[in-house]
T-cell receptor, first 117, second 114 residues
Framework: AQKITQTQPGMFVQEKEAVTLDCTYD???????LFWYKQPSSGEMIFLIY??????QNATEGRYSLNFQKARKSANLVISASQLGDSAMYFC??????????????FGTGTRLQVTL | KAGVTQTPRYLIKTRGQQVTLSCSPI?????VSWYQQTPGQGLQFLFE???????NKGNFPGRFSGRQFSNSRSEMNVSTLELGDSALYLC?????????????FGDGTRLSIL
């Protein structure tokens, strides 16, 4: 079974609009972390935002916010006021604490976001 | 602080050869993880090293190996290269072992097998 599911292969958004990228996850571990990364065409993975399973509030980092709905096992990324430079692949990833290490991430298949004028 | 540095950026090899990729983590980061990214399989975890010890390993054949040096720099080796090993190899470093520590990635090494 997929542990991380991103159902939107591609998304378009107009500049200055907000966009939501979907992510659902599957785990039986009560302690886990969810991450979003941005990958421009150049290849590097850029960390955007983190949400812990025990965090009471949704995470925010500048124009990025995470809509965390634990009961639904979803962790959607919201980008406000989109900019042309936001065009990239976006990956949702999960770290389960039962792996014995903080460093093993399981990634979704990604969503390609295109920001248009 | 300098970011994660991976060398080389691009590499072309032929089947049967072996290759070594290098990763220098962010200064002070002791954990280094490696991932393989392909269009078909997406991003897959290879292994993680912490204080020169392999702490975790993904589901890859023994042709894939790695090591970490005392300065936390890490190398990844792939022997007897196959066409399917063509991929972007990403290295990531983490400052500590806390559950909320994000991994910081390098630019990757793009390996092409002819």
């Amino acid at each position: 079974a997929q542990k991380i599911t991103q159902t939107q292969p591609g998304m378009f958004v107009q500049e200055k609009e907000a966009v939501t990228l979907d992510c659902t996850y599957d785990t039986s571990d009560p302690s886990y972390g969810l991450f979003w990364y941005k990958q421009p065409s150049s290849g590097e993975m850029i960390f955007l935002i983190y949400q812990g399973s025990y965090d009471q509030q949704n995470a925010t980092e500048g124009r990025y916010s995470l809509n965390f709905q634990k009961a639904r096992k979803s962790a959607n990324l919201v980008i406000s006021a989109s900019q042309l430079g936001d065009s990239a692949m976006y990956f949702c990833a999960m770290r389960e604490d039962n792996t014995g290490t903080a460093s093993k991430l399981t990634f979704g298949t990604g969503t390609r976001l295109q920001v248009t004028l | 602080k300098a970011g994660v540095t991976q060398t080389p950026r691009y590499l072309i090899k032929t089947r049967g050869q072996q290759v070594t990729l290098s990763c220098s983590p962010i200064s002070g980061h002791r954990s280094v993880s490696w991932y393989q990214q392909t269009p078909g399989q997406g991003l897959q975890f290879l292994f993680e090293y912490f204080s020169e010890t392999q702490r975790n390993k993904g589901n890859f054949p023994g042709r894939f190996s790695g090591r970490q040096f005392s300065n936390s720099r890490s190398e990844m080796n792939v022997s007897t290269l196959e066409l399917g090993d063509s991929a972007l190899y990403l290295c990531a470093s983490t400052e500590g072992s806390g559950p909320n520590q994000p991994q910081h990635f390098g630019d990757g090494t793009r390996l092409s097998i002819l």
